[in-house]
């Protein structure tokens, strides 16, 4: 069955850097585009960033870009969210998940576990 498997969070100061990551199975990880959401306490889930299945080309929320950079190992079956300049608003459970496309809201199919990234002084 699908699995997704996220690592790598913890605690940063504010302007500091992170990077997370997914390790993914049960499927053909390189036919897939592949996506970074999150949710902060009391909000929505929040799109943050996809990349295509061989990735070629990627897209950002307007929140992150600049700041953020998404990447993939299809060889490992691995995704990773480089993040910088970390903002306490950056503070949320951060998920991997398929997606269908490009844009926001296009994450498909199982979620896994998360993981937090708490960005505080």
């Known amino acids: 069955q699908v699995q997704l498997v996220e690592s790598g969070g913890g605690l940063v100061q504010p302007g500091g850097s992170l990077r997370i990551s997914c390790k993914a199975s049960g499927f053909t990880f390189s036919n897939f585009f592949m996506t970074w959401v999150r949710r902060a306490p009391g909000k929505e889930v929040e799109w943050v960033s996809t990349i295509q299945n061989r990735g070629q080309t990627t897209a950002y929320a307007d929140s992150v870009k600049g700041r953020f950079t998404i990447a993939r190992d299809n060889a490992e079956n691995m995704l990773y969210l480089q993040m910088s300049n970390l903002k306490p608003e950056d503070t949320a459970v951060y998920f991997c998940?398929?997606?269908?496309?490009?844009?926001?809201?296009?994450?498909?199919?199982?979620w896994g576990q998360g993981t937090q990234v708490t960005v505080s002084s």
């Open positions: 998940k398929r997606s269908n496309g490009l844009e926001a809201g296009q994450d498909f199919g199982a």
